[in-house]
């Protein structure tokens, strides 16, 4: 009896999964073969749920191996893939097909994609038990899409971003020029390769790395770029084409029409490295690009670059069908608050030198003039520079591609006015008093072996302010600092931006009163009053402080770019209109009766004070010269310019200087 009631239940349970099998549905099958496909679980849908005709008519490679390649290289995410349900009262007939709309919905790098088709699933028995399963066609990765059909993507270049200047001088802008190269089963014979490489100043290694490289092995029938040249270089085109295997054609360039003059400014694009290639391949960069390598190339790049169109297309015999396409968007046109032209005479009056210029308007805040010398020419950069020539601008004792600009120098006796103004705020300095100094040095008596010193000891007593900013007196200024008091002076400094962060788009180092911020003796004190010690300052930095001297107390936030709101201020309340009047009296008489003879213009009534910073090491008695003059018209301050020169002690020290601003000044107001 136990027996026949363990048998009966076998066939009971045998007879209810019997009947739960013959309950799934298409909807059901069709439910989870879509959760694979949204889960891109291609492999399993291939196996499990395609019936046998669409096996028969579509292996591995097209179904699985085709759509996951699509994936990668059509930069497909979000996939989507939804379908209709049918009605609650529907009825499976096995023998009927069951039809389903289905959406799918997904971004490529062309844009989304979104279509529908209807989807067919079959009831087929296999050796387990009957199913239904489903009839696929390439229709459902793209619509229209047939087997054999090659699908395609073609990208359209953006246009790269232009650079001007304030009045629409052209600074950084799009043009043609020449590619020249090789098509390597053409281009076999060693001598060739050595002429080739002296017309290009190439060596003939660096011909073989552009040769050796993958894509070329793979290929050699194709052109393997290997230098650029203007259109006009019509010598070296032709002398190129006398060698077998060589040709050059159309390609994009980028002029940079006032060259070293804005070279450590404006940047230069290059081709895109490995390295950088591996960090930005997500945003859409590839391995022909051309990308911003230094200055605002660089800084702007993601507002320069643009983004290139994407059409993503089958590719039938008689016609092409898109499935997405995105336009290209060019870059942005980029307006500096910069005076090319003004730019350009500061770059030529510092006649090679090694040095930095800075120029802003006093009311605004723009930066007018910012550069480095000597510069480079961007055009050899981006047109790809030998390794040759790029040593030999590592290896110049100039420096070429040293950013001077971006860094801070001890600003010697142009900080004397700001000093001044701080003391003549603290109510500690009398303009009018004047003091009584003999002799070269000076030190307080528990000094020790510390000396201040000043250049001109025949200055004659008394000696008020005036009279030490003409003669530019160290001791004035040290006594001048100590009776101030050290927190006066490090708190109207930080006023003045000691110590911050330069708000600029390009990074520059701040200017400091010393390493740590403060002033930890009374020596370092003296020393800090007239620009020495551990005091930095930034040139860009250096031309705005003297902006409280003409805007009475106001100093305004360097701006570089047009559409930044100006006149943004930086510090307020600095100096008062009394005060400021007495240094713009005092600095237009260091021009006239000081130490800046060279930028006594007849014409222009420059005001303006003149520094010389010593460089020495500890223990040595004496070390490099850099020369400074911060200057502007008296009679109409247009702008502020500031100017350093390195090494000027053979030189007549900042007199030197001086001759370039006021050359500068005579130039650009011919």
């Known amino acids: 009896m136990k027996k026949t009631i363990i048998v009966l239940f076998i066939l009971a349970m045998a007879i209810f999964l019997s009947g739960c099998q013959e309950q799934v549905t298409p909807e059901d099958r069709l439910a989870e073969y879509i959760e694979h496909w949204n889960n891109l679980e291609f492999g399993e849908m291939y196996e499990k749920y395609l019936n046998e005709g669409t096996k028969a008519a579509y292996g591995t490679d097209e179904f699985i191996d085709r759509q996951q390649k699509l994936h990668e290289d059509l930069g497909i995410e979000n996939l989507e893939v939804t379908f209709t349900e049918a009605p609650e009262d529907t009825e499976w007939e096995q023998e009927q097909p069951a039809d389903f709309p289905v959406q799918v919905s997904m971004d490529t790098l062309a844009g989304p994609v979104e279509f529908e088709e209807t989807m067919t699933l079959l009831y087929e028995e296999t050796e387990e038990a009957g199913n239904w399963f489903v009839e696929w066609t390439p229709s459902f990765i793209f619509p229209q899409l047939e087997a054999g059909d090659p699908v395609r993507i073609s990208r359209q270049a953006a246009a790269r971003g232009e650079l001007y200047d304030r009045n629409d001088q052209p600074l950084a802008v799009n043009s043609t020029g020449r590619s020249i190269g090789v098509v390597p089963e053409k281009f076999t014979d060693d001598a060739d390769k050595e002429q080739l490489a002296e017309l290009l100043g190439m060596s003939v290694e660096e011909i073989d790395r552009q040769l050796e490289q993958d894509w070329v092995q793979n290929n050699l029938s194709q052109f393997v770029p290997l230098s650029k040249t203007s259109n006009d270089n019509t010598e070296l085109l032709e002398q190129v084409l006398e060698i077998p295997g060589t040709m050059h054609q159309e390609t994009a360039m980028r002029e940079y029409p006032y060259g070293e003059a804005l070279s450590h400014l404006i940047g230069y694009i290059g081709p895109i490295t490995a390295e950088q290639l591996s960090e930005l391949q997500e945003q859409g960069y590839t391995e022909n690009d051309m990308i911003g390598r230094q200055g605002l190339e660089r800084q702007l790049e993601d507002r320069l670059r643009g983004e290139d169109g994407m059409r993503i297309y089958i590719d039938k015999e008689q016609e092409q069908i898109t499935v997405a396409e995105k336009q290209a968007v060019d870059g942005k ?5 910069i005076d090319a032209e003004l730019q350009q005479i500061a770059y030529e009056s510092m006649d090679g030198e090694a040095g930095t210029s800075a120029a802003v308007d006093p009311e605004t805040g723009e930066t007018l003039v910012l550069l480095s010398s000597p510069g480079f020419n961007p055009s050899e950069f981006m047109l790809g520079m030998s390794g040759e020539s790029y040593e030999e601008l590592k290896e110049d004792p100039l420096m070429p591609l040293y950013n001077r600009f971006a860094q801070s120098y001890a600003p010697g006796s142009t900080i004397k006015p700001v000093t001044a103004a701080i003391g003549l705020e603290a109510g500690t300095l009398d303009p009018s008093e004047g003091l009584t100094i003999e002799g070269e040095t000076w030190q307080k008596d528990d000094w020790g072996g510390y000396e201040v010193t000043r250049v001109h000891p025949e200055a004659p ?42 708000p600029y788009p390009l990074a520059l180092q701040s200017s400091q009163i010393s390493n740590d911020g403060n002033i930890s003796s009374e020596g370092q004190q003296a020393d800090t009053s007239f620009g020495q010690g551990q005091m930095l300052a930034n040139i860009l930095h250096l031309a705005s402080v003297y902006q409280p001297f003409l805007t009475d107390g106001v100093m305004h936030e360097p701006t570089l770019l047009l559409e930044e709101e100006d006149a943004q201020v930086w510090k307020d309340g600095l100096v008062s209109a009394e005060n400021a009047e007495i240094l713009r009296t005092d600095l237009r008489n260091v021009v006239v009766d000081g130490f800046a003879q060279e930028a006594n213009l007849e014409n222009i009534p420059l005001a303006g004070k003149t520094g010389t910073a010593e460089l020495k090491a500890a223990g ?27 090494d000027v002690g053979d030189n007549d020290g900042s007199a030197y200087v001086a001759g370039m601003v006021g050359e500068t000044f005579e130039q650009f107001y011919q």
């Open 461 to 502: 007593n008394p000696i008020d302010l005036n009279k030490a900013l003409v003669y530019s007196d160290n001791i004035y200024f040290a006594r001048q600092a100590l009776e101030m008091g050290r927190s006066t002076l490090v708190e109207g400094l930080e006023n003045f931006a000691f110590g911050e962060e330069i």
């Open 333 to 337: 046109k980029i307006q500096l608050t």
């Open 620 to 646: 040595e008695e004496s070390g490099q010269e850099n020369g400074f003059f911060i200057a502007y018209d008296s009679a109409n301050p247009e702008f502020i310019i500031a100017m350093m020169v390195e």
